[in-house]
């Protein structure tokens, strides 16, 4: 019995030491805010105040000793998101999480972002303030490597801490450019549809792309298996990062504001996870001043403001990626065919690194067009060569310089000359200042192919026919400077013509553009806090007019009484969002089965794909209005042709029947907060259980839904369930007539170290739509309770 006593003492005090040293450990995990730190490399103390929400306010004597700064604080709150999406577009994912990330590194590691990296870099002009700058950024992120503490991330994937480089950042442009395309999601279906269907099944989709537009003005038989397309979109579901999406923006001119001064509002939609992607900063020195949004391995700002201006992004969607079928050599299938003869294919020899497992070695093959994808993606069963060309790998690229002087622009000329030097991706830069100027620019180096070729299907690699006759001069871009309607705004919407013609590309329906135009239009006298509101907006300015056309097609008398009052909940509907409404929750169930009764028979295993494609988005609008359409037909039927009215009916009675199911008989119950939610994903997170609760953040209620302008984005399927994936990934408002007290919020919190108070603060905030201050008074700054100094390092 002593010996037991004994045993039981020494179990004991043994777990208390491991309880001790446990929470040892996860102390020197934590952040620091607060002290004094030796950093390398700077000429002079460095001031750094975190404010209540964990925004660094960067104070230094020059910018060389500030971005150091701002690249060692970046990376002690950041680090785990910078060495994921540092190792997307270099095909490294493997080497932490096994071989179920091969099929994603062998992808993009083919995509030749790294070997379009190694091109610009040795362009580099290595004297210029944006390359030096970009020095001294990562010479702080890699001091925080050498010094600061290994995030826990790093010790769960067993992953060692590497420094970074310029290719480094260089990677992250290209992978953000990539999955800002749509392309890749679409034109392999488009192509498969016209060759297994035939043209008036395509001919349908396309038309819609002229039709429902509100033109964002300028002033001057067989299946259908689309494997690519399916290959593409399961790859990007399963990164660990945040993927590029859509994005609001709008700027009021003195005269549509209360206070007679610009206000500025942007919330770019970008995939939800956590951390949130964008990384708040402010930096001040005796020469320069911004408030930025850094993405991860950003030295310089997509976003920001200072005393003086104020910027932004949304997506332009122009269409700069394409297809090319090559024409092999019988004779030799190492050579392709061109109009003048045969060319080789240049290999390029490939090796991903896979933890617990052999490395996989492969070889891509590269025609002047770009990579044959087939070789990429072990689901292409297309036995004809298709190359992809990509203008992003194609032309010069000058994102970084672009990034500096518009985070460093002095006048709005400097700032439009910097938007000129975009390529691709293509943005909508939106624009306004103190002296009273607003701008848009559609910014992207735009081009032109022969008269009636469509590049949204696969084009001739071989003819010559179907090559890029010319790239347009920038001054041919869409843009509108201080117009006389006194607004800009972008919302992904249909830009006005260039040169004479609407410029193709894969731009949204123009629900939240026409919403915001209806609210713009609306009044003169806006301030701040309206702005705020509209950001928040819940109130879908299409849907409407979508239900008045499905339910003009519902043979009412054939309903049972529960699907008449759904049908008059319905009618009566004005399109808002709300938790407790129970319209949205009928309106996406019936959208579901109308698609379903229309498409999936034609369609069958590439159904899902299409339904969750800005192609099935742009054709909603239309195809609801069509009495007559090739696709009302239930080619799975013999001897009978189906009409509009007979595939409208089953819809909604198969919607009513679902959510009786789903939500009970009582139709007052299916509330929309019963069905949406949103969970804001980490990495790690995503293998659930006890990890899911520690770096995930929800599931938590939410308002809004599909292309409003609070834009709550998520999945169409069978399951009733709305998921949100994405949507605005920051709200920000600056009124340069009390530009000091502007304000923003985040999804989740600033820090990416889940032992930070700055780890979720903000989530509830964002979700009610509240804000917090961006702070540029230096006063009120220093009255932060948390300061952390860098002196240098002897």
Known sequence: MRWLKKGVKIVLVLLLLLSIAAWLFVKTLYPIYNGELKLADISSKVTVYYDEVGVPHIYAQNQKDAYTALGYVHAQDRLWQMELIRRIAAGRLSEIFGKDLVRVDAFFSGLGIEEAAEKTINTLDKNSPAYQLTVAYLDGVNQFIKKGATPLEFYL???????????????????????????????????????????????????????????????????????????????????????????????????????????????????????????????????????????????FPLLGHNANYAYGLTMLQNDDLNFYVEQNNPKNSMEYKTPEGYQIYTLINKQIKVKGA???????????????????????????????????????????????????AHSLLAFEIATSKIHAPGLNVMYGDVKNNIAWFGSAKLYRLRDSLSSKMYLDGASGKDEILEFLDYKYNPKAINPDWHYVYSANNQPDSVKGKLYTGYYQPEDRAKRIVQLLQSKNNFTAKDVAKMTYDVTSATAPDIVKALLSSVKKETLSASAKKAFSILQNWQGVYEKTSVAPTIYNRFIYEFLKATYKDELKSSFNLFINTQLQDKVLEEQVKREQSVWWDDISTKDKIETKEEICTAAYKKAIEFLQNQLGENVDDWTWNRVLSVEYEHAIGKAGGLLRKIFNVGPLETVGGNEVINNQIF???????????????????????????????????????????????????????????????????????????????K
């Open 715 to 793: 999945k169409l399927d069978s399951t009733g369930y709305y998921k949100v994936n994405a949507g605005p990934s920051t709200r920000r408002v600056i009124d340069f007539s009390d530009v000091e007290n502007s304000y923003a919020i985040l999804p989740t919190g600033q820090s990416g170290n889940v032992f930070s108070p700055f780890y979720k603060d903000q989530v509830q905030k964002y979700l009610k739509g509240d804000f917090v201050k961006m702070k540029l008074n230096r006063q009120e700054i220093e009255q932060s309770k948390n300061k952390l100094i860098f002196l240098p390092a």
């Open 358 to 408: 052999k490395d996989t070695i492969y070889q891509v093959k590269v025609s002047k067009h770009g990579p044959i994808i087939n070789g990429l993606i072990e689901q292409v069963k297309d036995k004809r060569p298709i190359a992809m060309n990509w203008i992003y790998t194609q032309l010069p690229n000058h994102l970084l310089d672009v990034s500096y002087e518009m985070s460093h």
């Open 157 to 299: 994937v067993g992953v060692k801490k590497e420094k970074y480089t310029i290719k480094d950042i260089y990677n992250v442009f290209g992978y953000m450019a990539f999955s800002f395309a749509v392309a890749h999601k679409t034109d392999p279906l488009l192509t498969e549809i016209k060759e297994k269907l035939g043209t008036p099944y395509v001919n349908e989709l396309l038309s819609t792309f002229s039709k429902n537009l509100t033109i964002n003005k300028t002033n001057s038989n067989s299946e259908i298996e689309a494997n690519f397309s399916k290959a593409v979109s399961a790859i990007m579901d399963k990164l660990p990062v945040s993927s590029f999406i859509g994005s609001n923006s709008w700027v009021l001119a003195p005269q549509k504001t209360k206070n007679g001064k610009v206000i500025f509002a942007n919330d770019p939609h970008i995939g939800f996870s956590q951390p949130s992607v964008w990384y708040q900063n402010h930096i001040k020195t005796p020469d320069f001043e911004i408030y930025g949004f850094n993405l991860a391995l950003m030295p």
